[in-house]
């Protein structure tokens, strides 16, 4: 079995708060039928930045927000899932310019 691991990051031009990423990463989770089964929530960084995560019963997807609007989200699971649907899905809901790349 092979890991399916990627990496989207990119800089977000639309306005975000905890629940609108928190959001983001469920909708993430439903569009490539991975299984979630804890979230870990969204938090906000001393410098205004956020974090959050969601455990899936094939791995994790986390969620890095900088103030400056620089983002890192992160999909491993030991199952493929459709990239371009997902890298749609960042794209829409974050706006700005993304790229992706496996990592594994």
Excluded: N
């Amino acid at each position: 079995m092979t890991a399916w691991h990627w990496a989207f990051d990119g800089i977000a031009d639309k306005p975000q708060c905890p629940a609108s990423v928190a959001s983001f990463m469920d909708r993430l989770v439903d569009l490539t039928g991975l299984t979630k089964i804890a979230d870990l929530g969204v938090q906000t960084a001393p410098d205004g930045g956020m974090a959050g995560g969601v455990i899936i019963a094939e791995s994790h997807i986390t969620c890095h927000l900088k103030p400056d609007g620089h983002g890192f989200i992160d999909v491993f699971s030991c199952v493929r899932f459709d990239v371009p649907a997902a890298y749609a899905l960042v794209h829409e809901a974050m706006g700005g310019w993304w790229e992706s790349r496996r990592l594994r």
